[in-house]
């Protein structure tokens, strides 16, 4: 199981949080402006990197907020949280766009 | 290639088994092939050998980064069943079912199909509606798929605890003519009989790049091995196929997840069937070795890692405890986990993409190796022909863009 440190609330077991899927994937702004390949992009295509991956969870058992995450997928080892609403931190090494 | 049979095992054995061939070849690299496969598990050699048999194209390639069989073909549970909700999957699963049916023969090698059924079982209202829905749509496609209440369920499978558990069994969909086949026996019986042929089977041999040309068609696969050209290439790579796909630019609808499995220590034949139960989290049979083999959920997340939480194993071995009251004594002998590539709408995708000479077969998500031959089958007709074949037609990338999704979200076995 893995342990999670929830920028508000600290290190807790997985167990009390829920993924939420790759972050950073904004709402486009006037949806109805976009080419079908566009909106298919947005809705069902995903990076899915081999590597470090932003990614959302959510605090559900505990403060119940949404929070990022970079993780490596290979190790899952997570190197760095942060709040929602924040940048992803630059990472060296980091090749992923 | 060698043919097995009775009178050939008797023949060798009075020679002490000494005159064995090799099963298949361990060439090296072609400069050139008509056709390169990505990945050495059952899809990509089922697709080799559907190529070379039925299409006459033998310069091909199956590439597999590490060893035939490695990847999530030897680690599956090994249930076959083709008893999905719409049209187009039936047809596609049903294709795959009875290409099994005849499998053995076919390729010359005992891939220990058996017929065993396959029991779905129901815990609350909405599985009884949801199954018996099931059963219906199965049986206007000629699918076939049975009603069964409780106690039937409890006749067909004596160990099942029907009654003094959490959620008792109120009924069961039960396909007759699923089960379970040996997937060892899958990837090296397709291995040797595309060998056969004339298919190369490389293995160490780690694909590294696409080689686009100035029209946007494939020229050739980069590997550790060399640079192989080629204009056709189908991308067989399981959980990894978004990481291959990048590499000709192609942006994939699939997330990977590891999915983890189980086996039990050997016992002697203790349950008859295949039994899944979709809501309580727990599905098992018992292999011919007589392990109970038994399939945990994926975890939350997407990764590479190739192991998955304990958390997620308890949470099954709790189900089979409930269900099965006389395997609380089994100890469990090993786990593991595979990377599966789950598409939004649970289908797979064996399809054309938008780069000219490149195909995908991918997306079978917990519930690819029951496809097998059919998928092999379809995707070396696409490969063949630059057109899917009519079974496949439905399964295309631009179903997101265009909404035909095919929904199998409630079919798709306990995964999700």
């Known amino acids: 199981m893995l342990i999670i440190t929830c920028p508000w609330c600290g290190a807790r077991p997985e167990l009390e949080f829920r993924y939420g899927g790759e972050a950073h994937i904004a709402r486009p702004a006037d949806p109805s402006t976009l080419t079908d390949e566009e909106w298919a992009d947005f809705l069902y295509n995903r990076t899915n990197p081999k590597g470090l991956h932003a990614e959302r969870w959510r605090h559900v058992h505990g403060c119940g907020r949404f929070f990022n995450a970079v993780r490596d997928t290979v190790s899952d080892f997570f190197v760095v949280t942060y709040k929602a609403g924040e940048t992803r931190p630059d990472i060296a090494g980091d090749q992923a766009k | ?416």
């Open chain 2, 1 to 416: 290639m060698q043919k097995f049979s009775g009178l050939e095992l008797l023949r060798r054995a009075l020679g002490g088994h000494k005159s064995w061939q090799p099963q298949w070849r361990n060439p090296d690299p072609k400069p050139e092939y008509d056709a390169v496969i990505i990945g050495a598990g059952g899809h990509g050699l089922a697709a080799a050998y559907y190529l070379a048999k039925e299409h006459g194209i033998t310069r091909v390639a199956v590439l597999e980064r590490g060893w035939l069989g490695g990847g999530n073909t030897g680690r599956n549970t090994t249930i076959v069943r083709s008893n999905y909700l719409f049209d187009e999957s039936a047809a596609l699963y049903e294709h795959s079912v009875k290409l099994w049916e005849g499998l053995s023969q076919d390729i010359n090698y005992n891939v220990m199909y058996s017929a065993r059924g396959v029991l779905m079982l129901a815990h609350n209202i909405h599985d009884v509606q949801s199954f018996k829905r099931h059963v219906h749509a199965n049986r206007l496609n000629g699918v076939d798929n049975e009603w069964l209440t409780a106690e039937q369920c409890k006749e067909f499978c004596p160990p099942l605890n029907i009654s003094s558990m959490r959620y008792p069994i109120l009924g069961g969909a039960l396909q007759r003519r699923g089960g379970t086949a040996r997937h060892d026996a899958v990837a090296w019986g397709f291995a040797r009989a595309a060998d056969a042929r004339g298919v190369d089977i490389i293995q160490n041999c780690e694909v590294t790049g696409i080689r686009r040309g100035a029209d946007g068609a494939v020229e050739g696969v980069e590997t550790s091995r060399g640079f192989i050209r080629t204009k056709k290439i189908g991308v067989s790579a399981a959980g990894h196929t978004s990481v291959v796909m990048a590499m000709a630019g192609v942006r994939m609808p699939l997330e990977s997840y590891p999915l983890q499995a189980l086996v039990s220590e050997p016992v002697k034949p203790a349950f008859p069937t295949v039994v899944m139960s979709n809501t309580i989290h727990a599905y098992i049979s018992q292999s011919d070795k007589g392990e109970m083999v038994i399939g945990a959920g994926t975890d939350a997340y997407t990764s590479y890692s190739q192991r998955g939480a304990l958390h997620i194993t308890t949470h099954t071995l709790d189900a089979i405890c409930e269900l099965v009251p006389q395997f609380r004594r089994l100890r469990m002998l090993r786990n593991w986990g595979g990377i599966v590539d789950v598409t939004p709408d649970r289908s797979p995708i064996i399809a054309k993409t938008p780069v000219p000479g490149l195909y995908v077969n991918c997306g079978w998500g917990t519930g690819g190796f029951k496809a097998t031959p059919g998928s092999g089958n379809v995707f070396a007709h696409t490969i063949a022909k630059d057109a899917p074949h009519p079974i496949n037609a439905p399964f295309t990338l631009e179903r997101f863009r265009d909404g035909f999704l095919i929904d199998e979200a409630a079919a798709a076995a306990v995964a999700h």
